[in-house]
């Protein structure tokens, strides 16, 4: 079956420090691959996806490459701000679930915590 | 602006009550889906459904149920017979159609407690 693995939180950085939150898949097909975003309290929002290999995906800052080679979607920003303080979520969509729709399989999580 | 309802915010309930969670998109969505999350075990898929009058069971439906009667709506019902109920809850939507590169859109979620 599909399986998204992320890098464990929390992780804690400094304003304008670099990030990177690594992020790996199994799938069985080809997957488009997607970053979300949760702010606290809220529901999830896309920040990022990139649809085939070799692909980059990029918003407010943020960067992820598809590498099938290594099945890696990792997100990196090079200069991170208090507001992006959030939990970020990695997920492929590759499981068919009929009229036209397919599921996501998403990562457990990982906190990053921005302190000024 | 289009999106998804989720209500209420904060839903408190005693053992043994069935309780009954919102779900109303106005982004004429066709897919709906319902989540969990707990901590540290990111989200789990319940029950979606792709089109009115018709649902599938995700990976965690036991305890569970769902109706479609309506495009725009998707409610969840967590019967006494879920023995974890206290969760955050997310309904999401997505368009049918667009393949695998279709994105999902988010409500911000219900928190339900139950004592």
């Known amino acids: 079956g599909n399986s998204v693995t992320q890098m464990e939180g929390p992780v804690t950085l400094s304003e304008e420090a670099f990030l990177t939150i690594n992020c790996t898949y199994t799938a069985t097909g080809y997957p488009s691959l997607f970053w979300y975003v949760q702010y606290p309290g809220e529901g999830l929002q896309l920040l990022l996806k990139a649809t085939k290999a070799d692909d980059k995906g990029s918003n407010k800052g943020f960067e992820a490459t598809y590498r099938k080679e290594t099945t890696s979607f990792h997100l990196e920003k090079g200069s991170v701000q208090v507001s992006d303080s959030a939990v970020y979520f990695c997920?492929?969509?590759?499981?068919?679930?009929?009229?036209?729709?397919?599921?996501?399989?998403f990562g457990k999580g990982t906190k990053l915590s921005v302190i000024p | 602006d289009g999106g998804i309802t989720q209500s209420p915010k904060y839903l408190f309930r005693k053992e043994g009550q069935n309780v009954t969670l919102s779900c109303e998109q106005n982004l004429n969505h066709d897919a709906m889906y319902w989540y969990r999350q707990d901590p540290g075990q990111g989200l789990r898929l319940i029950y979606y459904?792709?089109?009115?009058?018709?649902?599938q069971k995700g990976d965690i439906a036991e305890g569970y149920s769902v109706s479609r009667e309506k495009k725009e709506s998707f409610p969840l019902t967590v019967t006494s017979a879920q023995k974890n109920p206290t969760a955050f809850y997310l309904c999401?939507?997505?368009?049918?159609?667009?393949?695998?590169?279709?994105?999902?859109?988010f409500g911000n979620g219900t928190r339900l407690t139950v004592t």
């Open positions: 459904s792709q089109i009115v009058n018709d649902f």
């Open positions: 999401a939507s997505t368009r049918g159609g667009q393949g695998r590169n279709s994105p999902l859109h």
């Open positions: 997920a492929l969509s590759d499981e068919y679930s009929g009229a036209g729709s397919y599921q996501l399989t």
